[in-house]
């Protein structure tokens, strides 16, 4: 056998990744996280193949990683289900091994919310710390758009996040935190220590349609990290925007800066949190907004082809349960669409299981009349009926399962068997729609993902109602704390933007302030 000194470092890699709006009625369900387990995480993740240079690096373990499509608070029963078995996989894996596993990378995103649970990332890492111990290195990747708490902080080792939204850094932060992992391996293994965590809550609270780094000021801010974690003796800096669609107290933007020089590390943090609440009145939507009817009042007027419209209030990528009618009731009422010879305009999406069936068993070409949506939201609208011809019928997508075309009037109505979000060219062209070529698409989404901003001639961001409303003043908060920029704008003093510094995971974390 290997000595000590020899062996690879063993590192298992688990997490639960889902952001779940507490305004929404839908129930996120353990098959939607479409768990992979042992091998077959490996195979997800390139960098970690054999022959790379982290995949040569370390022994992997895989237990179970499980990401969901954002949607409504996750069910008990599921999460202790999916949360048994990673404790269980990771129980084996140590069992096997004839000394303690030396990491665990922690895929994670950051706003999950289970029911009767909060700081459920929090909760799920301190059961794999009672398998796994005190001392094994842990290393979290997170989703910008996640929230850090105190306990969070407190359990994992190391801890770091997007950079970018619209997330185009997704690969790269994944490969980021399973590095830092090995770095802080190697160097406990020389005889150092593990490295310092600085934590600091900033009372703010933004849509990531305000703070999208397209734009400024976030642009300048995220531009910042990189220059922070350059700095000798930072091992990683990271900022959270946080998730503005739960009703929950460690909801908020966060900096952590982890790293050997205590006030290098201090002052990263401090500086990033200053920068943050200093610009904090910029933040700005990456679009004009407007009603749904002056959204789309100002796309007929405009000459820019094709003008996409943000039906944002039921984003399912954002937590919506992506089945509210409102907006595709507007739509419809409007008679500049009610002629096929009308402005050609495609709406992604509706779900409706029942009418699906019906067009499926109809065909392409059929004219059928069928009734879809509000089977789960009907807080906003009602189930909308809709007369038209199946333009096309598609099979086997793995989100939406099947999708089926309705073209009514001049208007190309996506419905779908289960909800699904519309972010690429081909989501369209392969139901037989021609996007580049429509006059009007309108998706349910927030910001536009890169392939459809790049394709809009020009866009508005809608300001619709749903469970990830927009408008947060419209959805009641109840829970998060207060003060809390722009839900309060008036301060009796400055925010503490000191850096906290949180004890290691085997050391007593302090009773205060846990969230």
């Known amino acids: 056998m290997a000595s000590e000194k020899q062996r690879l470092p063993v590192v298992a890699f688990a997490g639960l990744s889902c952001e779940n709006s ?104 301190r059961r794999i710390r009672a398998v796994i111990g005190p001392t094994t290195v842990v290393s979290a990747s997170m989703d910008l758009h996640g929230n850090v708490s105190r306990e969070l902080a407190h359990q994992a080792d190391l801890i770091t996040c997007y950079r970018t939204a619209p997330h185009v850094d997704v690969w790269e932060t994944k490969e980021r935190a399973c590095r830092n992992l090995l770095r802080t391996l190697e160097i406990r293994k020389a005889g150092g220590s593990l490295p310092l965590k600085a934590w600091i809550p900033i009372p703010i609270l933004l849509p990531g349609e305000q703070t999208s780094t397209r734009d400024e000021p976030a642009i300048r801010i995220y531009a910042a990290v990189p220059e922070v974690e350059k700095r000798d003796g930072v091992l990683d800096a990271a900022i959270w925007v946080g998730y503005a669609w739960a009703d929950e107290p460690r909801n908020r933007a966060a900096v952590v800066v982890t790293g050997w020089d205590k006030n ?109 949506g509000a089977e789960i939201d009907d807080l906003h609208a009602d189930p909308i009926t809709l007369t038209g011809q199946v333009h096309s019928i598609k099979l086997g997508d793995p989100h939406a399962q099947t999708e089926v075309v309705l073209k009514t009037g001049s208007v190309f109505v996506i419905l779908t068997k289960l909800r699904k979000p519309y972010h690429k060219e081909h989501d369209f062209t392969e139901l037989n729609l021609r996007p580049r070529a429509a006059d009007i698409v309108i998706v349910k989404i927030g910001y536009l993902e890169p392939e459809l901003y790049d394709m809009a001639a020009d866009w508005m961001l809608a300001l619709t109602p749903g469970g990830v409303d927009q408008d947060l003043g419209r959805l009641g908060h109840r829970r998060i704390q207060r003060p809390m920029w722009p839900f309060d704008t008036q301060f009796e003093a400055q925010p503490n933007l000191e850096a906290q510094f949180i004890p290691f995971s085997n050391e007593q974390l302090g009773a205060e302030g846990v969230a």
């Open 22 to 125: 507490t305004f929404t009625p839908s129930r996120t369900r353990a098959a939607a996280f479409h768990p992979k387990r042992g091998q077959e995480i490996i195979q997800h993740h390139q960098f970690l193949h054999p022959n790379t240079k982290l995949g040569d690096e370390a022994d992997w373990k895989g237990t179970l990683i499980g990401h969901a499509l954002p949607g409504g608070i996750v069910e008990r029963g599921s999460f202790e289900e999916l949360a048994a078995e990673i404790t269980q996989r990771l129980s084996g894996i140590c069992e096997a091994l004839q000394h303690p596993l030396d990491g665990l990378w922690f895929d994670i995103h950051g706003a999950m919310y289970v029911e009767g649970l909060e700081d459920v990332e929090a909760e799920l890492l």
């Open 264 to 372: 290098a590390v201090a002052d990263g943090a401090q500086e990033l949190a200053a920068t943050f609440w200093d610009v904090r009145g910029e933040f700005e939507f990456v679009a004009p907004t407007g009603t749904f009817a002056e959204c789309l009042d100002l796309a007929l007027a405009a000459k820019a082809r094709p003008y996409f419209i943000s039906d944002s209030g039921d984003n399912p990528t954002a937590g919506g349960s992506g089945d509210v009618t409102w907006g595709v009731a507007q739509l419809l009422a409007r008679p500049e669409f009610r002629q096929a010879t009308g402005p050609t305009v495609i709406y992604a999406s509706i779900p409706g299981p029942k009418a699906v069936t019906i067009a499926e068993k109809a065909g392409v070409g059929a004219t059928i009349t069928v009734t879809a």
